[in-house]
């Protein structure tokens, strides 16, 4: 299984009424977020030209409480028009709370495909080229605590580790310390490694020679 990353945008409602039906931005192209990452317009074409996302509450697969009938990058990100399934306990709740403004974000559950690191302003980011987009959840808050990578088995380097532990929520800061950490003890238990094996090849030149 893939890395699956989650990634929270405002949520600036341009339509909703009563019948549950509501639209908005699920992500912003050009601007560099607090994972240091930006996203370039084109990212999502191919991915929603074979599938559209399924409507979550909170990222929680359990959780669908609608579908989008419109999926479509603009100038300005990626642009979803979703409706509300009413029927749902989950979906009347999500009604009441965006009638009421009480929630505050759209994020996407996507699987990055294509992408470079490049400077801006002095600041090294990654620009995302190609987006697999998964999903696009209704959640309270428009940065998302619980982001996280689902499949540690797929980073090869210390540049996905490092990406990895800051799409975690680290700081690139925080997660060059974390790297730093982690390769000291590393190397503290292969020269342990070492010293054993070295004594126990003198105890085996030791018995060979009684």
Same mark, same amino acid.
């Given at each position: 299984?893939? @890395?699956?990353?989650?990634? @929270? ?7 909703? #009424?009563?019948?549950?039906?509501? @639209?908005?931005?699920? +992500? ?10 930006? %996203?370039? /317009?084109? +990212?999502?074409?191919?991915? %929603? ?11 929680? @697969? ?17 642009? !979803? ?26 994020? %996407? ?9 490049? /400077?801006?302003?002095?600041?090294? !980011? $990654? ?11 209704? !959640?309270?808050?428009?940065? #998302?605590?619980?982001?996280?990578? =689902? *499949?540690?088995?797929?980073?090869? =380097? %210390? $540049? *996905?580790?490092? #990406?990895?532990? $800051? ?20 190397? $503290?238990? +292969? ?5 054993? /094996? ?5 105890? #085996? ?6």
């Amino acid at each position: 299984m893939k @890395s699956l990353i989650h990634k @929270s945008y405002p949520l600036e409602i341009k339509e909703f #009424n009563n019948e549950g039906k509501f @639209s908005g931005y699920g +992500a912003v192209f050009g601007n560099v977020d607090g994972w240091g990452d930006v %996203i370039k /317009k084109g +990212a999502f074409k191919a991915s %929603i030209k074979n599938k559209q996302p399924i409507m979550l509450w909170q990222h929680d @697969s359990d959780e669908p409480i609608g579908f989008y009938e419109k999926v479509f990058e603009d100038d300005t990100g990626l642009f !979803v028009e979703g409706q509300l399934l009413l029927e749902i306990e989950k979906a009347k709740e999500a009604h009441i709370l965006l009638k009421n403004k009480a929630i505050q974000g759209l994020s %996407i559950g996507y699987v990055p495909v294509d992408w470079k690191y490049e /400077k801006q302003n002095g600041q090294e !980011v $990654r620009v995302l080229k190609e987006i697999d987009l998964w999903e696009v959840s209704l !959640v309270t808050f428009p940065a #998302n605590p619980e982001a996280n990578v =689902t *499949d540690v088995k797929s980073l090869q =380097t %210390i $540049r *996905d580790v490092e #990406n990895a532990l $800051r799409d975690a929520g680290f700081s690139q800061v925080e997660a060059k310390a974390v790297i730093s950490a982690c390769k000291s003890s590393i190397q $503290r238990d +292969a020269e342990l490694d070492d010293e054993i /094996k070295a004594a126990q090849n003198l105890l #085996n030149i030791m018995k060979g020679s009684n």
